[in-house]
């Protein structure tokens, strides 16, 4: 069983940055692809970015590209979201997630339904 846990979300003003952080305990986080999330209120989760097992492939949301980064510390158990130029819209609970359970036939995966661990969330507040 894989627990995830995210930290490092808070208030920012418009433009400034961010870094999430997802540590995993049960597995190192680069034994499986892993992806981030967010939802707004009265929305629903949507993807934002992902990484690939080994760390070489990374997909995002076309609302994020040029914004947003995906890395790990593979030795920490950790991924990390960094956030810049920070909009009002970026707003919401943002989740790691971990697909632990393959098969496998994608490098990255961006459908929350291939994803089987969940972090409870972190807040992410963009104030104008």
């Known amino acids: 069983q894989v627990q995830l846990v995210e930290s490092g979300g808070g208030l920012v003003q418009v433009g400034g940055s961010l870094r999430l952080s997802c540590t995993a305990s049960?597995?190192?986080?680069?034994?499986?692809?892993m992806g981030w999330f967010r939802q707004a209120p009265g929305k629903e989760r949507e993807f934002v970015g992902a990484?690939?097992?080994?760390?070489?492939?990374?997909e995002f949301a076309d609302s994020v590209k040029g914004r947003f980064a995906i890395s790990a510390d593979n030795a920490k158990n950790t991924v990390f979201l960094q956030m810049n130029s920070l909009k009002p819209e970026d707003t919401a609970v943002y989740y790691c997630?971990?697909?632990?359970?393959?098969?496998?036939?994608?490098?990255?995966?961006?459908?929350?339904?291939?994803?089987?661990?969940w972090g409870q969330g972190t807040q992410v507040t963009v104030s104008s």
């Open positions: 997630a971990a697909k632990s359970r393959g098969p496998y036939l994608r490098l990255t995966y961006y459908s929350s339904y291939d994803y089987d661990a």
């Open positions: 049960g597995r190192t986080s680069g034994s499986y692809p």
């Open positions: 990484l690939s097992t080994s760390g070489g492939f990374r």
